[in-house]
């Protein structure tokens, strides 16, 4: 067996959580290989609106072996709180959900970190959450870090230390902080979380392979997000890309299978960094608004833009994206006239190639025009029922593109999805 892939291709919030949840009836295990709870997976299904941070999206489906893997960073305290609010909506996780011994945990202090260290940058922010991700991924390189294992053993001692340091490095920023309400709640929640199978996940997801059980990988945040390959520095500490599934389960190259990358219709970006459709105009606010375009965890707007091919070919290089899934093809229904950039014109030169860098002023998107299909897609079952300018807009995407969008997302309930090209 294999394991299946499933990734953002743009700069996050493609709409990764019900993509997952749709497919994970064809799986037996849905394992997350990166990220922390700064990344919110909205689900919709059954008149009701899920969000999920750290707890893979094929929760819901019931029966299904969820792992959380070691390239992830978990906190307790919000781990606590989004396991509780499922099992307050009938949702008991315990039994379903496995933990990495060798996920690393975030501090109260790497919260405290996070903040110190964005105030420090001025104007020069990056746009970070503030959940302290960046720091317990810095203590991760560092080889400074505290593991999801390390509760098992000795682990008063290795916290002090740890603390230590940090409150260290907080008093020669001159940062002021208050940890007495930060820390009690964290070590009530590290108890919680003793109540779940801690695991040595990389032995698992293989044994699984083994006994010719199917895996789906679940990314978060974005492949434009991606410390190596995105968009440098204004990124997450992680690698997004399909190659941080065998870093973040433990898993052999040779066992990727399907790599299924998702994308919107257009294009969105939260916090600061490069947008170079980026729409700050009235159709920007059009699609933000009709798209509900507000950060599922943060509730922060989203920056809304036209869609970005040069940066979605490449993103389709760096992960070897052999399905494509579109997203959010109904925020496009009322708009007269579609635009797709095509090329950048960075000083007085046409490219086709994502560049080194980025910038706003040296950026010009070229754009390919396309009719608008003017017509309500959310209650369309199948791809018969598509209007000719959409089919349209398919066809250019896939020639532009080179590989196959299979799946179609026409609103934000799990009903809302149609698969194309069946087999």
Not at 91 to 99: G, H, T, V
Request: with cysteine; hydrophobic share 35%; glycine share 10%.
């Amino acid at each position: 067996m294999k394991v299946d892939v499933l990734l953002g291709l743009q700069w996050g919030d493609e709409g990764k959580g019900k993509v997952v949840d749709v497919l994970t009836p064809s799986y037996d295990v849905v394992a997350r290989f990166q990220g922390g709870p700064n990344a919110g997976h909205t689900l919709e299904f059954e008149g009701k609106k899920y969000i999920l941070r750290s707890i893979p999206s094929g929760i819901f489906q019931g029966g299904k072996i969820n792992i959380v893997g070691n390239g992830v960073v978990l906190d307790p305290l919000l781990f606590r709180e989004e396991a509780e609010s499922l099992a307050a909506s009938g949702y008991d996780i315990r039994k379903q959900l496995r933990i990495s011994k060798k996920a690393h945990l975030i501090m109260p202090t790497h919260r405290i970190l996070d903040q110190a260290n964005e105030a420090a940058k001025g104007t020069g922010k990056i746009g970070t959450t503030g959940k302290g991700i960046g720091p317990t991924y810095t203590d991760k390189i560092s080889r400074n870090g505290l593991r999801v294992g390390d509760i098992l053993h000795d682990f008063e001692k290795k916290y002090a230390e740890a603390k230590r340091r940090h409150e260290n490095m907080l008093r020669a920023m001159n940062y002021g902080y208050n940890m007495a309400d930060l820390e009690k709640p964290w070590f009530e929640a590290l108890e919680y979380l003793k109540q779940f199978e801690l695991i040595d996940s990389e032995h698992e997801i293989n044994e699984c392979l083994t006994e010719g059980k199917s895996v789906l990988a679940e990314g978060a945040q974005g492949t434009m997000l991606d410390i190596d390959f995105g968009s440098y520095p204004f990124v997450t500490s992680s690698n997004t890309v399909c190659a941080g599934c065998c870093t973040g389960l433990g898993i052999s190259p040779r066992s990727i299978g399907e790599v299924y990358g998702i994308f919107k219709a257009y294009c969105t970006r939260v916090g600061s960094g490069p947008f170079p459709t980026e729409l700050k105009d009235e159709t920007g606010e059009e699609m933000c608004q009709r798209g509900r375009e507000f950060g599922s965890v943060t509730g922060r707007k989203r920056r809304c833009g036209w869609i970005d091919l040069v940066a979605l070919r490449y993103a389709i290089m760096i992960n070897g994206v052999s399905r494509l899934i579109m997203m959010k093809s109904d925020v496009l229904d009322t708009f007269d006239t579609i635009k797709a950039c095509v090329a950048y014109r960075i000083d007085g030169k046409e490219v086709t190639r994502f560049p080194f860098e980025v910038t706003e002023t040296s950026t010009t998107p070229i754009y390919t025009e396309l009719p608008g299909w003017k017509t309500d897609m959310t209650t369309m079952k199948n791809e018969d029922e598509f209007p000719e300018e959409f089919n349209a807009y398919l066809s250019f995407l896939e020639e532009e593109l080179g590989v196959p969008i299979k799946i179609v997302s026409v609103g934000p309930d799990r009903e809302q999805t149609i698969i194309r090209y069946t087999e």
